[in-house]
């Protein structure tokens, strides 16, 4: 709502005094500041709201980078605080709580951030020690911290890769080689561990990608070079950050159960609510409201966000009941 309103604030001012007894209600110039400094605030939650709800690309990678971005509103809000001090009760008040959820980070989600090519250990580190400088925490050897939990993730996952693999694929590699006694001695095992160390190593020391990659896409294409790297992105990429879009699935069935259809057996209901869900994820509308932008709404190819088509359209409040008689079904 403050984004809309701020940009009429002259011609709004200009209306209230044009009637005397509206004059009282005009807002001063620090409040029309304090407005604009409450839009700021919220506007990075707004924006990780709406980016990690979206359920047709991975965003487990992206919740450490928004918490980031809130990370820096609050230091900037606490900055602010020393000349305005009317902020002071809300601020804190908000940071209370978002300090009892993520005063810590999980580790799965500094994982997720560091398979990242963007990224990587370096950078993630880098914004793990600014995370806990705007939040005013202590940053105990956090690259320390980031690089044993994925080192210890990455062994657990390449164990299981080496139990899978056959024996004589593990050792074809030292197979052909006729270099004395040693290689006959070496065991199985430490040219695993090497191979495998060097996987993590390589991905890490290599160059981080300077734009936005499709980070599916990338896995794919680097799952010859990276094995186990690639099976956990593939993992923790397939985990969605929020349940939105697993609730919405659910809430659709008010839109089918009504007072005019309350006689619905369980089986019908069940397919009904399953089909319609299919249907809109295959269309990628299953956030579309009629009326209303999707920010959700991505290209079934690109997978790169776009304006619902029917933006433009006139809404009638008949269409969530009577979805089923549309062109598109």
């Not at 210890?152 to 899978?164: G, H, K, Q």
């Not at 599916?216 to 799952?223: A, E, P, T, V």
Request: with cysteine.
């Amino acid at each position: 709502m403050f984004h809309r309103v701020l940009p009429y604030k002259d011609v709004i001012d200009n209306m209230l005094m044009s009637n005397s007894d509206s004059i009282q209600l005009m807002l001063s110039t620090g409040e029309w500041q304090q407005l604009q400094h409450v839009k700021d605030f919220l506007k990075a939650f707004f924006d990780a709201t709406v980016k990690l709800s979206c359920s047709y690309t991975p965003s487990a990678h992206e919740l450490l980078q928004h918490l980031f971005a809130i990370s820096k509103v609050y230091r900037d809000i606490r900055e602010l605080e020393n000349r305005d001090e009317t902020l002071a009760p809300i601020v804190q008040a908000m940071t209370t709580k978002f300090l009892k959820y993520w005063d810590d980070v999980p580790l799965v989600t500094v994982i997720a951030n560091c398979l990242d090519p963007q990224w990587k250990v370096k950078y993630t580190v880098k914004m793990m020690q600014k995370y806990k400088e705007n939040l005013g925490l202590p940053a105990h050897n956090e690259e320390g911290r980031v690089n044993y939990a994925l080192e210890t993730m990455f062994n657990l996952y390449n164990s299981r890769i080496n139990v899978a693999r056959p024996a004589s694929t593990r050792s074809s590699a030292g197979s052909g080689s006729h270099h004395g006694l040693l290689d006959e001695l070496r065991d199985e095992d430490d040219l695993d561990e090497n191979a495998s160390m060097n996987e993590l190593k390589s991905y890490n020391l290599g160059m981080v990608e300077k734009h936005p990659v499709d980070i599916l896409d990338y896995w794919k294409r680097h799952s010859s070079a990276s094995p186990t790297l690639a099976m956990m992105a593939r993992d923790i990429f397939a985990v969605p950050v929020s349940t939105v879009p697993s609730e919405s699935c659910f809430s659709s069935a008010n839109r089918i159960l009504t007072d005019k259809r309350s006689k619905l057996g369980p089986n019908v209901f069940e397919r009904l609510v399953c089909m319609k869900d299919w249907i809109d994820a295959e269309n990628r509308t299953q956030h579309f409201v009629p009326g209303e932008t999707s920010s959700c709404a991505e290209t079934q190819g690109s997978g790169t966000a776009t304006e619902a088509e029917s933006d433009d359209e006139e809404y009638d409040p008949k269409d969530t009941e009577l979805w089923y008689l549309r062109k598109n079904y």
